[in-house]
């Protein structure tokens, strides 16, 4: 068990915005790339964006321009910044170390064999 704890899901409007937040209490997130996966029921899960230990990120062609990925070490969380959802954005919302960012993630690239339980998000009237 890693310990980590995904937030910040929930029902939200076309249009509207919304910021996941990752957090561990066994890594430090400081130490690896980290990235952000989401699974929509019937599909598999895809990688969403990805941001490295020096601060440079990578997002799916799906979600630039819209989505924000960052951390802050101090506090050891990631964050996902959601703007301008859409309702294929529903999903639910892993975060995960990796091995490497260098591109849009993809699952091979955790660094664990681990999910946790995630954080739900809908997009819907």
């Known amino acids: 068990q890693l310990g980590l704890v995904e937030s910040g899901g929930g029902l939200v409007q076309p249009g509207g915005s919304l910021r996941l937040s990752c957090s561990s209490s066994?890594?430090?997130?400081?130490?690896?790339?980290l990235g952000w996966f989401r699974q929509a029921p019937g599909k598999e899960r895809e990688g969403v964006a990805c941001?490295?230990?020096?601060?440079?990120?990578f997002y799916a062609d799906s979600v630039k321009g819209r989505f924000i990925i960052s951390k802050d070490n101090r506090k050891n969380t990631m964050y996902l910044q959601m703007n301008n959802l859409k309702p294929e954005d529903t999903a639910n919302y892993h975060c995960a170390p990796l091995t490497r960012c260098v591109g849009v993630p993809s699952p091979a690239d955790r660094r664990y064999d681990y999910w946790g339980q995630g954080t739900q998000v809908t997009v819907s009237t």
């Open positions: 941001i490295t230990t020096n601060y440079s990120t």
């Open positions: 066994r890594l430090t997130f400081d130490w690896y790339p």
